[in-house]
């Protein structure tokens, strides 16, 4: 498994003028150690994950072992100010992450980019990151804030990003979007669903079949006359599924009923009893 995060992790979008600072940063503080317990292997850094400070958070996931990334975030001299991608391997697929910022000046009240940083257009950093890692992933998966109508833009005008697991403006995806050889997913807002994306690896990955397709095809079929010229047309669209990447997205709405880790759901009451004393 890979446990992967694409920012908005830290802030809400909309400021809450009952919710103090230090309050707000406690919380966030509590969230990166909360994922880095968690085992999360890559994070790509909001603009709003950014209003923890670059340093800070930078510190923060070192003590937490949680890998940043951000291949579009550069100082004023061009150079990445985190990690563009990570290199992962999982059952012996290697999986680049390939980690995108969203744009800073939306209406959302976004902070300034902070002194000596800047955003490259998207496309660019997500090219050159795709050269760099060229030979050494069999799947590519970019975590992007970019927000839905630029990661369509993405997919289309770049060749070779398999999957793009979005946030930035909080749209409920249950059906992966299709953009070129894309899948794009988001799984909604403020931490309330986890997404899932269960892959069936076969090389060359494009094009991706959902599994749910070949299941509503094997429904079917059970229904046809063996032998029946339906029957036939039935197992030359099964055939595929064999052969080529599928796979399974699911959405799972988070409740607080669900921590059952005895020692996570104390952290998480002791957090919300220190944050009701902060002011």
Avoid at 159 to 188: C, F, N, T
Avoid at 258 to 267: H, V
């Amino acid at each position: 498994m890979l446990l992967l995060d694409s920012g908005d992790m830290l802030f809400a979008r909309r400021r809450n003028p009952f919710d103090s600072r230090v309050r707000k940063r406690s919380r966030a503080a509590f969230l990166i150690e909360a994922h880095g317990r968690m085992g999360l292997d890559a994070w790509a850094v909001s603009r709003l994950d950014l209003r923890y400070g670059l340093d800070a958070l930078q510190a923060e996931a070192r003590a937490h072992r949680i890998e940043l990334l951000s291949a579009n975030l550069v100082d004023r001299h061009g150079a990445c100010v985190l990690r563009p991608y990570a290199l992962r391997e999982r059952n012996g697929v290697r999986i680049g992450l390939i980690g995108l910022t969203g744009p800073w000046g939306s209406p959302d009240g976004a902070p300034s980019p902070g002194e000596g940083l800047q955003l490259i257009e998207p496309e660019a950093a997500a090219s050159r990151a795709l050269r760099e890692i060229e030979g050494r992933a069999d799947l590519v998966v970019v975590l992007s804030s970019l927000g839905m109508d630029r990661d369509e833009r993405l997919a289309g005008r770049v060749d070779g990003l398999h999957i793009i697991l979005g946030a930035g403006d909080d749209r409920m995806i249950l059906i992966p979007r299709r953009v070129a050889d894309s899948l794009l997913l988001q799984p909604y807002r403020r931490g309330e669903y986890l997404g899932m994306l269960e892959i069936a690896f076969r090389a060359p990955v494009p094009p991706m079949l959902d599994d749910r397709d070949r299941e509503q095809l094997e429904r079917a079929l059970l229904r046809t006359a063996p032998g029946s010229a339906d029957a036939a047309r039935l197992r030359l669209r099964l055939e595929p599924f064999g052969r080529q990447t599928s796979y399974r997205a699911a959405l799972r709405p988070l409740t607080e009923q669900d921590p059952d880790d005895e020692a996570l759901a104390a952290a998480v009451e002791k957090q919300l009893e220190l944050e009701a004393d902060l002011h």
